[in-house]
Each structure stands twice: as structure tokens, then as C-alpha cells.
């Protein structure tokens, strides 16, 4: 169970032999109470800081392109990059092509389509359709990837289509059956586009069928893996040349930078299409926790020491060295454990890290 602000706050007072808040007193606390609140988050910030590159402290993004802009912002608990870890891929243009939750972005083209929590979710097709416009590139050649299941029975077909309108057939008009109504069919084709906006068209006649996911992008953009450069080297080797090329020369992105700011990452050369997807790993920074639920990101190990490093904070406040030193002893004490419990977990996930951009830069998968 997270342990709250709330739960935290009162931790602290209750050891200092304060009184302590409730859910409609947290709000007007005063005094002491509203210090060790500052101090919670303080503590927090403090242990982000020393404990620096952990595994719980790791998450992964992805950034869209857009076609002619080289600099996007970072993630707002963005704290730290791992720059080994920007890699390219081609974007998936379906918009809820998983099905999740709901079939939002998805538009009926006849029947009554719906969602169902089956699997993760899927697109239910009960003698109906469904279609979605996505933007495509002229004379570009496309992957798509749709796995169907028949719920009922077996030897029904789903009717795939794209074209240049909703049912439209002149890039793609095939059937994918379902034989094995237990495991499903996936359909793995290619169409070429010949227009801006191109319409994904499924249709389940006089059948009921699920969808599991759509799936569509450039079959001719390779994964790759992105060099990091320091700022200065793309100021003093690329960024004139970036800044006068006009959109015919713009290419695929080789190199990524980050900005003085440290809150935005470049790429270079510029894109030269809104259909490319960068991936990276980051180490997140502490959001303050505000409200009486709110709960703290870190696992419930960590509780004694905000704990501590508040009780720290409280008895500096008081001028109150002695037991101040007593408390951050035992913050300190029990941050080493902590860092020789997370060195090796960090060891492994940069293990993977590194692993999956080797494999996705030769088009490979890690399992």
C-alpha cells in the first residue's frame, strides 16, 4: 500500500511529539506542521539526489518528430538522460490501434463497433466496420500488422482495406480468415500510399471478430541507434548547416545533443519527415507532494528515511545540533544499504538498456 503526505507528515510529528494532522486539518497546518511538510519534500529531493542512477528511478519516453524542427523538451520529471539510449524507429501512425480501454479515434462505418476488455482490449466487429484516417507520405511504402480473432467460431475472414476514403480499396483490399479461432490470424502486408491521408478500413460482414491491435508505419525506415554529441561539437560542426538547408535537404536524424537549458534535446540533421519516433531512457526527478492522499512515487522502504531526513531538517530549525546529527546518521546509514542493494539491479537494467538498442539498431527484437 503507498504511504501518503498525509501518513509521512505525521510520521514525523508523532515521533517529535507534535500534533498531528488529519485529511481536513493538512490543509490549514501551521507552525511546525507546515515545516515538516517542506521538509518531506525536501528529504524526498534529497534522496533523488544522492541516490542518483537507481532502477526505480528510471523510466523510458518517446518523442514524435515533426518534419523540420530539431529541438523537443524533455519529460517535466525529466531529472537525468542516459544518452546511450536514443534510438530512432519508424512512428506508428494508428492512433489507439491497441484498443486498451476504448475505440476512441476509431469512426464507424457501419453497425455498431465496439470495445471489449477481452485480452487487453479489443475492437469488437459484430456484422459491422470501423475506420481511421492517418497521414501518410505520397509514394511511400507502408507495413501494417492487424491480428484478428473470432470469438465464436472459426473460418471467418476480416476485410482490411486502405484507400484514399472510408472503404476506399485502391492501395489495399484483402481478407485476412481466422482458421484457428483460439489463437487468431495476423495479417503481415504492405501497401503504398497515394495520398497525404490515407483511411484503414475493417470490416467484419455478417461475422462477429475482435480486434487486437493495428499496426502501421514505414517499412523503409530502419531502427537506429542515435550518436550523442556535446552541444559545443553540434555548434561548431552541424548547426550551420541545419539552420540554412531548406526542407529538401533535410534527412534522417543521426545524432542527438542536449541544449545549456537541460530541459530540451536536439537532433540533427533536421527530419525530413513527421513519421520518425525517438525512444530514450531517463532518470526522473521528485514532483512535491501537495494534498493529504497524495502518495510518494518512491517504494515504502524508503519511508524511514524521509522520515529521518525530516526529523534532520526539524532539529536544524530548532537549533538543535545534537540530535539533528543523530538523524542524519541514520539517514546516511541507511542510504548505504540501500545504494549496495540497488548497484547490482542497476547493473542488469543497463545490461537491457544497451541490449535493446543493439538489437533494434540491426532490426533485431529482444525477447
Keep these: 500500500m503507498a504511504t501518503t503526505y498525509l501518513t509521512l ?44 542512477e537507481i532502477p526505480l528511478l528510471y523510466s523510458r519516453t518517446t518523442q514524435d518528430l515533426t518534419i523540420g524542427d530539431n529541438e523537443y523538451s524533455f519529460p517535466t520529471d525529466f531529472r537525468k538522460a542516459d544518452m546511450d539510449s536514443f534510438s530512432m524507429k519508424p512512428r506508428e501512425l494508428v492512433t489507439n490501434g491497441e484498443f486498451e480501454s476504448n475505440i476512441t479515434s476509431w469512426t464507424t462505418g457501419d453497425g455498431s463497433p465496439s470495445h471489449t476488455s477481452s485480452g487487453n482490449g479489443r475492437l469488437n466487429l459484430n456484422d459491422a466496420a ?26 471467418t475472414g476480416l476485410i482490411v482495406r486502405v484507400g484514399t476514403s472510408a472503404g476506399g480499396t485502391q492501395n489495399l483490399d484483402t481478407t485476412k480468415a481466422v482458421t484457428n479461432f483460439r489463437e487468431g490470424a495476423i495479417l503481415n502486408t504492405t501497401f503504398t500510399a497515394t495520398a497525404q491521408v490515407s483511411y484503414i478500413y475493417l470490416e467484419a460482414p455478417s461475422v462477429q471478430l475482435d480486434v487486437d491491435y493495428v499496426r502501421i508505419s514505414r517499412s523503409d525506415i530502419a531502427h537506429r541507434k542515435l550518436t550523442f554529441i556535446s552541444y559545443d561539437n553540434y555548434l561548431q560542426g552541424y548547426k550551420s548547416t541545419d539552420d540554412t538547408n531548406n526542407s529538401g535537404s533535410y534527412s534522417a536524424p543521426l545524432r542527438v545533443y542536449i541544449l545549456p537549458d537541460y530541459a530540451t534535446f536536439g537532433v540533427s540533421p533536421r527530419p525530413n519527415t513527421s513519421e520518425y519516433t525517438i525512444s530514450y531512457n531517463y532518470y526522473t526527478t521528485h514532483t512535491d507532494l501537495s494534498l493529504h492522499g497524495d502518495n510518494m512515487t518512491l517504494p515504502d522502504r524508503f519511508r524511514t528515511l524521509i522520515v529521518d531526513r525530516a526529523k534532520y531538517y526539524t532539529y536544524m530549525l530548532r537549533s538543535d545540533p545534537q540530535h539533528a546529527q543523530l538523524a542524519d546518521r541514520d539517514f546516511q546509514r541507511k542510504l548505504r544499504l540501500l545504494k549496495v542493494d540497488y548497484a547490482t539491479k542497476n547493473d542488469y537494467m543497463r545490461s537491457d538498456t544497451i541490449g535493446e538498442s543493439i538489437a533494434t539498431n540491426i532490426g533485431g527484437r529482444v525477447s
Design 9 to 52: 507528515t505525521n510520521s514525523v510529528l508523532r515521533e517529535l511529539n507534535e500534533t498531528e494532522l488529519t485529511s481536513s486539518t493538512f490543509s490549514s497546518s501551521r507552525g511546525i506542521q507546515t515545516a515538516i511538510k517542506d521538509f518531506i519534500n525536501k528529504g524526498i529531493h534529497d534522496i533523488y539526489n544522492e541516490t542518483g
Design 130 to 155: 470501423a475506420y481511421q484516417a492517418i497521414n501518410t507520405t505520397v509514394n511511400k511504402t507502408y507495413k501494417i500488422q492487424v491480428r484478428v480473432l473470432s470469438p465464436n467460431s472459426s473460418s
